[in-house]
């Protein structure tokens, strides 16, 4: 099993919907991140957590939500979705002792 | 802040042929320096990381890179490329601070001829 796992792996919705992503670590690591990756722009963080009481904004964190469950889940959220937020999402996760990031396989988002 | 340029989108090479891929970075402070790849339809896998000390840095696969702090730059290279080494890659940088978060750039896709 993966140590960073993503659900759904692939999702197409209609714009307007409200739609979760979701990721869970069996890492035990405290930090968590959400980035979107787009074509010819690199990945991008959104919002990143250092423990269930600490959340915080990245870059792009407008149309979006997050709320991390549990050390080990961390979910984002779009409210209304929109066709640009189509893209590639990461999970990612780090040790607070460790510089290596550890990234789930992403999650296809289309919005139609 | 910092911010992280790839030169080159795109590099096509020959199976066995030497490869470099650039990466330049801005930062008013020290920074780590991170080399990612993605396969195909997975996640990303670190390749090799700057840190301190030495500046040239070998990672898995035989790739290595070597960081220029005169020059803001950490290319990665490889003397031999082979067909699994086609991927996307990923130059990143942090401010090895509090959240450390990862800035990456635009990617180079290289992909390996026959």
């Known amino acids: 099993d993966a140590d960073v796992t993503q659900t759904p792996r692939n999702r197409i919705t209609k714009t307007g919907k409200r739609i979760m992503l979701e990721c869970s670590q069996t890492?035990?690591?405290?930090?968590m991140y959400w980035y979107r990756q787009d074509p010819g722009l690199g990945l991008r963080l959104i919002y990143y957590?250092?423990?269930?009481?600490?959340?915080n904004k990245g870059e792009i964190s407008d149309g979006y939500s997050v709320s991390r469950q549990a050390q080990a889940k961390f979910s984002l959220s779009l409210e209304s979705a929109i066709p640009n937020q189509t893209a590639l999402y990461f999970c990612?996760?780090?040790?607070?002792?460790?510089?290596?990031?550890?990234f789930g396989q992403g999650t296809r988002l289309t919005v139609v | 802040a910092q911010s992280v340029t790839q030169l080159d989108s795109q590099v096509p090479v020959f199976e066995e042929a030497p490869v470099e891929l650039r990466c330049n970075y801005s930062?008013?402070?020290?920074?780590?320096l991170f080399w990612y790849v993605q396969y195909p339809n997975q996640g990303l896998q670190l390749l090799l990381k700057?840190?301190?000390?030495?500046?040239l840095v070998k990672g898995i696969n035989g790739f290595e890179a070597e960081f220029n702090k005169s020059q803001t730059s950490f290319h990665l290279r490889k003397p031999s490329v082979h067909i699994s080494d086609t991927a996307e890659y990923f130059c990143?940088?942090?401010?090895?601070?509090?959240?450390?978060?990862?800035?990456f750039g635009q990617g180079t896709r290289l992909t390996i001829n026959p």
């Open positions: 957590s250092f423990d269930v009481k600490d959340i």
């Open positions: 930062s008013s402070v020290s920074v780590y």
């Open positions: 700057y840190l301190s000390g030495s500046t």
């Open positions: 890492k035990g690591h405290d930090r």
């Open positions: 990612a996760t780090r040790d607070r002792g460790s510089t290596e990031a550890f």
């Open positions: 990143a940088v942090s401010d090895g601070q509090g959240a450390q978060k990862l800035v």
